[in-house]
């Protein structure tokens, strides 16, 4: 049977519950991949796309925190390097014009104000004391205020590059939480919508669209509207077929092949084969197979052999019957004897021969059949005597004597 190639043929879906606002494509027209064929008003399409957008929205917030604590964080690197490089205050407000440094920087330029200022007093008294103008105590006053404003300095300078890393790394998990929830929510529109990485089409959102739940389906093949299933204001469920659109410049031919002739086909991928129908005049055409099945029909018995043909002419239709002749091996040199000399001893094929007056049972080993001949495989030699009539009798003799 002619049947559509499976590569060249797809059964378009309804996404989501909806209606349909409009249907574009009737059957027998030809489309190119893209083209629209329908509108659906869906809410859980709406709600899907919304979710995208505000995990959109999400991630832009994270973005932007993170840069702000990015630049607090750098900008306090810089203070803190201005600082061990000893600069006055003048000059690192100076270099660091226009660079965020947060909480950290008032506080760093002030403790690092105190520390300078504590330094110079330890080094002026230290000065005077050495020439015996003021108390020792007092030199080792101003010299403990200057170690504890050192001390101070250096705790704060810990504690901010500490807290502005922190932040700043709090910030990027923020951002890759709000990544993967984005990429979360636009794969789940992409598998309610059918779009894939080559068809992406309903993905495209924008937060000004006023209508969020309506999506165009696109036909995702070039090919002809085979069947429609919906007219406009229909209301459709997720999973209800709206078209078949297929391409049918090729077909594929379904044939049969029984367990009888498993072993003498010779067909494989890529041989060519004839395929004929009754139904449409034109001398044999050429197939090839695409592939023969390795899983019996159990209805049947019998396994695929699927052919390609090609049909850029348009003569032959799915569903038309066909004949395949293909290729077969020719069994030479072998015995065979009619089916009806067959029969089962004791669950042993045997068949009875003539020896002198009487007929002896001996047992074979059998082949394939074909047209009512058996081949027999072992048992037997060329010239012997078969019964091919009464051998059922002979059988049901032979089982009588073995009672008495």
Known sequence: RFVYDDTRHV????????????????????????????????????????????????????????????????????????????????????????????????????????????????????????????????????????????????????????????????????????????????????????????????????????????????????????????????RVSAQDELFIIADTTRLWVEADIRGRDWDSILAQKETTVRVTTPLVECPPQQATVVFVGRQVDTTTGAIPLVASIDNADGIFRPGLFARISVPAGILRNVITVPESALVDLDGQDSVFIEEGEAYVPVAVDVGSANDGRIEIRRGLKEGDAVVASGAFLLKSELLLEGED
Request: charged letters at 20%; proline letters at 3%; aromatic letters at 2%.
């Open 11 to 234: 059964a378009l879906k309804a996404p989501a519950d909806g209606v349909l606002l409009s249907v574009m494509a009737q059957v027998g027209d030809s489309v190119v991949k893209g083209d629209a064929v329908a509108v659906l008003q869906s809410p859980s399409i709406g709600e899907s796309r919304n979710r995208v957008l505000t995990a959109q929205s999400e991630l832009e917030l994270a973005e932007t925190r993170l840069r702000w604590e990015q630049g607090i964080r750098n900008g306090v690197r810089n203070l803190i390097d201005a600082i061990k490089g000893e600069q006055s205050v003048k000059q690192i407000k100076a270099s660091l014009d226009g660079q965020s440094t947060g909480d950290f920087g008032g506080r760093l330029l002030t403790t690092y104000s105190t520390s300078r200022l504590a330094s110079n007093l330890s080094r002026s008294v230290g000065a005077i004391g050495d020439t015996g103008a003021i108390s020792g105590r007092i030199v080792q006053e101003r010299e403990s205020e200057r170690q504890q404003a050192a001390a101070s300095l250096t705790a704060l300078i810990e504690q901010s590059r500490y807290e502005t890393d922190q932040a700043t790394a709090r910030a990027q998990a923020t951002v890759n939480a709000a990544g993967r929830k984005l990429r979360i929510a636009q794969q789940e529109l992409a598998t309610m919508i059918g779009s894939t990485p080559f068809s992406s089409g309903g993905l495209d959102i924008s937060p000004n669209d006023p209508d969020l739940s309506r999506l165009i389906i696109e036909s995702p093949i070039n090919g002809t509207v085979e069947q429609r299933a919906f007219s406009a204001t229909e």
